[in-house]
């Protein structure tokens, strides 16, 4: 167990309480052996995220309970829309991680992993999350990972799951996650450590305060993990934001968020750790302007903050309690503007362009010439969805608010969009997995 290998390495340990005091010395050590970086692998090896440096990546919003389908309906999600999720997700080109999505309440509830990872897999090539449920559960999912990735070895040269073990504060490890957890490390699976402590509810009030008792919580998660197998990957983050004192609701929208996503990410550089946080979540429970301000704001303040994996970027509604399918698209959107600004200026001798001034002279005019025909597609940021035309063109075309343009489009995805389909023989063997875990838990 956790306290076991806490009191192995020499924390002061107290056995009736199963309270744990780390000191300093013994902390540094255990997460020196954490690796600074690590790459994910999707269902197709060759799609693979690096985690580290200030690489960043954005992932779907996950473990909603319900759905805002494409009807306008608020409704619980199934295996289909586990499943549309996926399909969504795969052909959205600035989104880059399958979530968990929606949990699929039409099956039983220990078998949701298994079912929302086969669909993640059935419609997307990209990384999907590792559905840490528990012991038992979570080596099922890497049961599958090895059959996806052909045994056991290459799964652990191949690292396919990324796990979420987030600490219970105030300073809490759950029994259920950290078992999770010591499966990952057992399997060389990365896990993330990401807090969701609430300033002035479960952590102190000050913004400040909220940061010293995460930093000792992820801390301590990922020490589990470098017990367990020194050099497991790790990612060090938060989900953590301020509890709003007239509803107690967690205020994920709100500008603390992403304050908390720019100490994680300095946190993590200072520790040598990749990170981990949430941008793009809103407190509405449309898509409305309050959603795309509160999305906005804190994407890209994750991103410019180095955030290496930024949860949430895409389909958050209510808290990420409501999945959207047309939020997805308009988000990716968003992730595109962000990504394009990331990308910051280019100078070079070339891009300065002295040439083409000197070329083009006073009162005429850059359009067609060949160095803008050459250049604007790379150096310019160009919508697929958010319009530009004028009131007249947009009027005539049928004058479509940004909701009415992302349900068509994401209706036409769901319509035309076909993912890289999966190896038969490998999909069978985990279709039959599935069904045989089903019929050992008594289902």
């Given amino acids: ?23 300093e010395s013994l902390a540094k050590e255990t997460v020196r052996k954490a690796p600074s970086e690590f790459h994910l692998y999707g269902r197709d090896p060759s799609y693979r995220l690096h985690m580290g440096d200030r690489k960043v990546h954005f992932s779907i919003a996950g473990q909603a309970a319900k759905i805002h389908d494409l009807d306008g309906r608020i409704r619980s999600g199934t295996v289909k829309d586990a499943e549309d999720v996926a399909r969504l997700a795969d052909a959205c080109e600035h989104v880059h991680h399958v979530s968990i999505g929606t949990t699929p309440l039409d099956v039983p509830d220990d078998m949701h992993p298994h079912h929302h990872l086969l669909a993640n897999w059935k419609n997307s090539v990209k990384t999907s999350d590792g559905y840490n449920y528990g012991g038992s559960t979570t080596r099922e999912i890497v049961e599958m990972a090895a059959i996806l990735r052909g045994g056991e070895d290459d799964l652990r040269k191949k690292p396919t799951l990324l796990g979420f073990t987030n600490p219970v504060s105030p300073m809490q490890l759950s029994k259920e996650l950290i078992e999770g957890a010591l499966v990952h490390a057992e399997y060389n699976q990365p896990m993330l450590y990401a807090p969701e402590a609430l300033a002035g509810g479960t952590a102190p009030a000050t913004l400040a305060g909220l940061i010293v008792q995460q930093n000792a919580e992820v801390l301590s998660g990922i020490m589990v993990s470098q017990l367990a197998n ?18 107690g609701a967690a205020a994920l929208g709100g500008p603390e968020v992403g304050l908390f996503n720019v100490v994680a990410a300095q946190l993590a550089r200072y520790y040598g750790l990749p990170s981990r946080g949430t941008g793009g979540n809103t407190d509405s429970k449309t898509v409305d302007a309050q959603a795309g301000a509160e999305t906005s704001s804190s994407l890209l303040m994750a991103a410019m903050a180095g955030m290496n994996f930024i949860y949430d970027a895409a389909g958050s509604l209510e808290g990420s309690l409501t999945m959207s399918l047309e939020k997805i698209v308009i988000d990716n959107e968003l992730c595109g503007m962000v990504s394009r600004v990331l990308a910051g200026v280019d100078v070079t001798d070339e891009t300065l362009a002295v040439g083409e001034i000197v070329r083009t002279g006073p009162s005429a005019s850059y359009l067609g010439t060949p160095f803008t025909v050459a250049k604007f597609r790379k150096e310019h940021f160009i919508p697929g969805l958010f319009d530009r035309r004028t009131r007249g063109s947009w009027e005539k075309a049928g004058a479509r608010d940004i909701s009415a343009a992302a349900r068509a489009r994401a209706h036409e995805i769901l319509t035309k969009h076909e993912p890289e389909p999966m190896d038969r023989a490998v999909l069978s063997e985990l279709e039959r997995f599935v069904k045989k875990t089903a019929k050992a838990h008594g289902h």
């Fill in 230 to 247: 020194p050099g497991t990957p790790v990612m060090y983050g938060t989900v953590s934001a301020v509890l709003d004192m007239r509803t």
């Fill in 1 to 23: 167990t956790a306290f076991r290998l806490f009191e192995a390495a020499g924390a002061d340990t107290d056995p009736k309480t199963l309270m744990v005091r780390i000191p």
